[in-house]
């Protein structure tokens, strides 16, 4: 833990408050592109820039500082933020006070650094995945000095505590509790710019969880690449079923998530920890990714088809019931139509609740995009639209089968397709619509299922 320079930070965060002559004029703009992890790092964003004496506008005229989380997983996140970026150019033009940072995944990318550099000047700090506690202190930089700030670290950072939080209202909350991979799957970027594992300490993650808690949060989803392989390089070892024992003890917590997790680390222990601990919720988000071993093998994910139906069949039997997710990538180097049908085939014995469904994307600096036997485009879409039908059907199918149950609902809010009603989701993740009082927000309540779609269910408010 490194205390320390969460404390220098703060130093920073009063020289950059005392900058802002008119704190309450000074307001901030965050643009998050990506995963989970990089929404919760920029609700460590916003809570610094409101220690600095910032307020958030989701209007980009009306702001003063411009901030873009940005990520590299795929190709289009990319052309994304630079087409951002471009469009920011005339905001700056017209407002030469506005001040332009970018950090985030992409940033660890030398090459995008380099074109950043030539290509859009307007931007004045780029820092990393590394560093994101810096923020006050590269701030601080830019607003004394007037030079434009670079600060991408090449070595993985310690991990910094006592970072202030903004978190977006509401029931739910993200709670990290590793940074980083140590799968090097050949077609991933992540462990090139999030850096190897590394876990928060227990008592980090217990008191974040209680202060969770004691601000109103009933849910939580626990974060990281690779959450099932918590704890494996910490002083004290601790496995993930232990840390989820002990946070199935925190009072006012009423529900734990965890994503994302690797077949390969999904241990017997864990699976029960998830049967025997009540708030762990009955869902499990389990990348495949491709079918056929041979594909599975030259993504080096250290599983084959066998391995992966073996561990589905020991979950389902264990925890009846239980609502499985997943991401599929289509289309991956040397895929043949063979390969595909056998993904197809997993598809119908798993019976996926849902699917993250995505088409290969090349990144530079991974082994598979030096791969010769990349797959056509037209041929991927191809594959791809099979994919999405086919789930389609297997997620109403599955849905269907809720008609008529009494379901546990933990309120979130007003719907978001009907402002007349009210929605939240069972343990198994489940999207639920009904129509209720606004006193039912915030709470867990019964909802009698009355009807089914693909991707939600509708209901009455029971009791
Ligand atoms: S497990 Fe594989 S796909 Fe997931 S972040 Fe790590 S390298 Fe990427």
Redesign the pocket.
């Known amino acids: 833990m490194n205390t320390n320079e969460a404390e220098r930070q703060n130093q920073y965060m009063h020289r950059v408050y005392e900058i802002n002559s008119i704190p309450s004029a000074k307001r901030y703009h965050i643009s998050t592109f990506g995963c989970q992890l990089n929404e919760n790092d920029s609700e460590k964003l916003e809570g610094m820039l409101v220690q600095m004496g910032y307020s958030k506008t989701e209007n980009l005229e009306e702001s003063n500082f411009i901030i873009y989380n940005t990520c590299c997983v795929r190709e289009n996140a990319e052309q994304k933020v630079y087409g951002h970026l471009g469009r920011l150019k005339k905001l700056k033009e017209k407002n030469p006070e506005l001040l332009i940072a970018m950090c985030g995944c992409m940033m660890q990318q030398k090459h995008v650094i380099e074109h950043i550099k030539r290509t859009y000047r307007h931007v004045d700090i780029i820092f990393g995945t590394h560093n994101l506690h810096k923020l006050p202190e590269l701030l601080y930089t830019l607003l004394y000095n007037g030079e434009k700030v670079i600060d991408v670290w090449e070595t993985d950072g310690v991990l910094t505590e006592g970072i202030p939080f903004e978190r977006k209202k509401g029931v739910k909350a993200w709670l990290t509790v590793m940074y980083g991979?140590?799968?090097?799957?050949s077609?991933?970027?992540?462990?090139y710019v999030?850096g190897r594992e590394r876990s928060r300490e227990l008592d980090d993650i217990l008191n974040e969880a209680n202060k969770l808690s004691s601000q109103g949060f009933k849910e939580i989803t626990l974060l990281g690449?690779?959450v099932n392989s918590y704890g494996k390089e910490l002083e004290k070892k601790l496995s993930f079923a232990e840390l989820l024992y002990r946070l199935n003890g925190i009072d006012g917590i009423e529900r734990i998530r965890f994503m994302?997790s690797?077949p390969k680390d999904l241990s017997d222990e864990l699976i029960d920890a998830i049967r025997l601990s009540a708030k762990v919720c009955e869902h499990l988000h389990l990348?495949v990714?491709a079918g056929s071993t041979k594909i599975l093998k030259e993504m080096n994910?250290k599983y084959s088809k066998e391995n992966y139906l073996e561990l589905i069949d020991k979950v389902k039997n264990k925890i009846p019931g239980i609502a499985l997710t997943t991401d599929i990538i289509v289309g991956f180097p040397g895929e043949t139509e063979k390969d595909f049908e056998v993904t197809l085939d997993v598809m119908e014995k798993v019976r996926y609740d849902s699917a993250y469904t995505f088409l290969y994307s090349k990144r530079t600096g991974t082994p598979a995009a030096l791969k010769q036997d990349q797959v056509p485009e037209i041929i991927k879409k191809e594959r791809f639209n099979r994919l999405i039908q086919l789930q389609n059907t297997i997620s109403k199918e599955i849905n269907d089968t809720y008609v008529g149950q009494k379901v546990d609902v933990l309120v979130e809010g007003i719907s978001k397709t009907n402002k007349d009603m009210l929605t939240g989701r069972t343990g198994t993740n489940k999207i639920v619509n009904f129509s209720g009082p606004a006193k039912l927000i915030y709470k867990t309540i019964k909802v009698h299922i009355t009807n089914s779609q693909t991707w939600s269910l509708d209901g009455e408010f029971i009791s």
């Open positions: 991979c140590n799968n090097f799957c077609y991933c970027i992540v462990p999030r690449q690779n994302t690797h990348p990714q994910r």
